[in-house]
Each structure stands twice: as C-alpha cells, then as structure tokens.
C-alpha cells in the first residue's frame, strides 16, 4: 500500500486529481469516476485485469503470495477447523455462527431442501444426454418462477429467504439432475441428515432408497465444497452481480453464473482436466503434452493450469493435491490418471515457459480426480462446482443489494466501427 491519498493524471493541457481508495488488504485504488467529465477520456482494461468493479468485504485474495481469506479467516485453517455450513454462515454473515446458530441455520437448510414437483417435470423434459449445466441453469432460473411472491428485494427477510433457498435447493437439484442422467427416478432428499450427507444419498440411493454414507466420501466432499465456495469478483461471480445490478431477481442472478462458470476458462476446467489426462493417457506422454501446450498454434493449454489472480501456486490446489491422494487410498482406488496428473504438474514446474509466466496448478487441476473416485461423472464435475460456489455467488449478491455505491453495470468501450455514412440509393 503506497502513502498517496490521490494521484493526478496528465492529460495535454488538462490535469486531474484523483483520489485514492486505501483497502483494508490488497492494493490501492484509484476512483477514476470523475475521470470522463474532468478530462473527457475513458479507460481501456480488457477482462478487467487491473479494475475493481466493487468494494467487498467477503474475501480476499493474493496472488503473488498464494494467500485466500473468507471474512479474514486462512482458506487452510477453515480447510482444517471448519465445516461447508459454517463456511456458507461466515461467507453470508460475516461472522462465525455460534453453536446455537449453525444448528438453526442446519435446520433451515433442511427445512428448504425439497423443490417443487415442476421441477421433476423440467428436469425430466431434458434429453438424457443434455449436459447437467445446462439442465442446473434451467432449473435454478424456474426456482424464480416458484417463488414470484417472495421477490420484494427491498424486503431484507425475502432477500435473506432467497439466498436459504438457493443454497438449501441447489444440492437436490444437483442429485436430481444426475439421477435423470443415469435414468433413476427422481427422489426427495432426506432432510434428517446433514447437507453433504443429504446431498450423497439423494445422488446416489438406489431405486428402493438403500445407500451406506461413507463418511470419508462425506468429508472430502464437505471441504471440496468449501474450497470452492467463494473466490472474490471471478467471471462467475461478476456475472452474479452484472445481472443482480439491473434489479433482477437472485435466483435469475444465481442461473446466469452458472452460466458463466460452465466455460472451460473457468469452472468448466475441471472436466476438461479430465478429458486432457485421459488424452495424454499415460505418464510417458507427459512430455510432449507440455511441448504441445507451449507451442500456441496448438490451440492446446494445460487445463488446470495458469490463473488471472495466482501468480505463485493457488492454495486450494494445494490442499486438493494433498487431499486427492489420501482419499484415493481411504476409498481403495488406483486411477492411473492421478500419476499423469503428478507427472504433468512436475514436468510443468520444471520448465522455464510455464516457470517466466507463473503458471502454477489451479484449483480445478486436481479436483476432478477426487470426484471421479467419488463415483461422480466427469459431466457433473462443474456442477459439484456451482454447488459450492452457490454459497459466494449468494453472498455477493446479498452485499450488492445493500450497497450504497451500487449501480447499474455498464461498462464503455472503444469503438473501432465505421464513421457516420449516409444510406446511399
Ligand atoms: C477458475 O478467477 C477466478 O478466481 C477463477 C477461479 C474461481 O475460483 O472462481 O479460480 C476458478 O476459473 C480457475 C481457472 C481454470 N481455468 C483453467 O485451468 C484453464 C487453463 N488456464 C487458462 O486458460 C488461463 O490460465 C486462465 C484463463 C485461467 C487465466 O488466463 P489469463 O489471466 O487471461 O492469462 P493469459 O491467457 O493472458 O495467459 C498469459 C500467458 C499467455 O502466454 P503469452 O501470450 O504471455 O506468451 O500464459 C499462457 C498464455 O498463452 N497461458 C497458458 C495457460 N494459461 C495461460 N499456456 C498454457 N497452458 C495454460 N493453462
């Protein structure tokens, strides 16, 4: 952080002062919003990669130090201590429930773990091959169509309902989505257990509702989830608050960042990753894949690695990394993709192209591996992604709406166009 309280920009014979926000973490900032009436110009910054669209409160990251805070608290302490509903508690309220709040809180969960039959109806009208992206978006954009009557977004318990909601439904129509995929029928989840375990069985139960909860499986899914729960303004989340910036309703909000997330630049890269090392095969082919993906008229890149925020390794794949091979073991499987994936980041960290542009493994290198042990298809790896991060996308949306310096998103551009002509004849 530098001592500078404002800056001045230069531009011909105008000049500008311009203040500077200082944040709590993080570099400051410069308010460019007089910018445009004091000097006429506007700025250029694609993918945003040096612009705050946002002041927030709800996480923190650094990407040269490798470091990930939700409300101040270490991604790896709250790997270590904590639960996915505490998380989700945390993220949404900014505090750490108290015992009596995190089992109101469970309760409430449960309470909203049912949909609507509609629901059945929409996910079943699906191809059975449909990708479960595209099934999740439908469905969670239809939860708006439920709860019409409850959409007051000035109304802060509505908003607060909404945001139960989501979070509470978004697990069953996850276990929904895959249930009609493999052709089982559809359930209800069993709200007597907790939110991962509900999650498991309703996914996996068989037809006459059999399934033995392995509670290795139960704990690796909860910290997956909370590994993915929230990471600042990324692509998906931004798209969360684009669209919640027009006043629409948050489950609306909610469908267009899965929308955003199934891209394979950013949550869709957990099932590419997968696709990459069935590709490759075998650790002996480890090498010419890196050549490949140096060499840009490939069209080829090493999904799982690189990321617009981490410049040193991404925290949560280090947590993933560690976690993949102890329950691998736990779980009795040998995946010979996991030695392609060790092989691969190795040959990656050694080498001087991925070494000069800090290229590290992201949070999606290893977490498909740990999925496809979890007997979770490669297809619904990015939904097991939404899942977790319905709980950021929520808690942005929920700071947005009470945002005071809140506008409508609409960003400028540069146009490269024709100029004004006339019609001719
Ligand atoms: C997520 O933003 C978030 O926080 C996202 C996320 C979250 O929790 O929400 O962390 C989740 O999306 C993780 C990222 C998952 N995506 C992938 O793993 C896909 C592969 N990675 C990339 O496509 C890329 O690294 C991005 C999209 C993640 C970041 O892209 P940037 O910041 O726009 O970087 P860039 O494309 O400008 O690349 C910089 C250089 C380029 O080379 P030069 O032009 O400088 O020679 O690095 C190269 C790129 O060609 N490069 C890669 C590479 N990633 C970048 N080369 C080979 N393989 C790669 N994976």
Request: hydrophobic fraction near 40%.
């Amino acid at each position: 952080m530098s001592d500078l309280d404002q800056v001045t920009l230069n531009a011909g014979e105008k000049s500008v002062v311009l203040p500077v926000i200082k944040p709590t973490l993080g570099n400051d900032c410069v308010d460019i919003s007089k910018l445009t009436k004091e000097t006429g110009y506007f700025t250029y910054d694609s993918g945003f990669t040096a612009t705050a669209s946002c002041k927030s409160a709800i996480t923190y990251i650094d990407g040269d130090k490798g470091v990930l805070l939700y409300r101040g608290y270490p991604i790896e302490q709250l790997s270590e201590k904590s639960s996915y509903v505490e998380v989700v508690y945390l993220l949404i309220n900014g505090e750490r429930p108290d015992a009596a709040q995190l089992k109101a809180f469970n309760e409430e969960l449960a309470a909203e773990a049912t949909v609507d039959a509609s629901i059945n109806t929409l996910i079943g009208s699906f191809a059975k091959d449909a990708h479960p992206m595209a099934i999740l978006t439908a469905a969670i954009a239809q939860l708006s169509g439920i709860y019409h009557a409850s959409l007051d977004l000035a109304d802060a318990e509505q908003r607060r309902k909404a945001a139960v909601r989501l979070i509470a439904k978004v697990p069953t129509l996850s276990a929904l989505i895959y249930r009609h995929g493999k052709g089982l029928p559809a359930n209800t989840p069993d709200t007597s257990l907790d939110y991962v375990s509900r999650f498991l069985k309703q996914t996996f139960e068989a037809a006459d509702g059999s399934y033995e909860l392995n509670q290795d499986v139960v704990k690796a899914l909860d910290l997956l989830f909370i590994l993915h729960a929230d990471h600042e303004q990324n692509a998906s989340t931004s798209t969360v608050r684009l669209v919640g910036s027009t006043g629409a309703n948050p489950y609306a909000s909610v469908a267009a960042g899965v929308t955003a997330l199934w891209g394979p630049a950013h949550g869709g890269a957990n099932e590419a990753v997968l696709k990459m090392l069935e590709e490759i095969g075998s650790a002996d082919n480890v090498e010419s894949a890196v050549v490949k993906a140096k060499d840009k008229t490939s069209g080829f890149r090493l999904m799982g690695f690189g990321h617009r925020v981490y410049k040193n390794f991404d925290p949560r794949a280090k947590v993933i990394g560690e976690m993949t091979g102890k329950v691998l073991k736990q779980l009795g499987v040998q995946d010979p993709l996991l030695d392609v994936a060790v092989k691969l980041e190795q040959a990656a960290l050694q080498d001087e192209y991925f070494v000069a542009r800090k290229l590290y493994p992201n949070v999606d290198f290893y977490s498909g591996i740990i999925y496809k042990a979890l007997q979770i298809p490669t297809e619904m790896f990015t939904v097991m992604f939404a899942l977790g991060r319905t709980s950021g996308w929520v808690a942005h949306w929920l700071e947005q709406q009470v945002d005071p310096e809140m506008k409508i998103g609409r960003p400028r551009q540069v146009y490269t166009g024709s100029d004004v002509r006339d019609y001719q004849g």
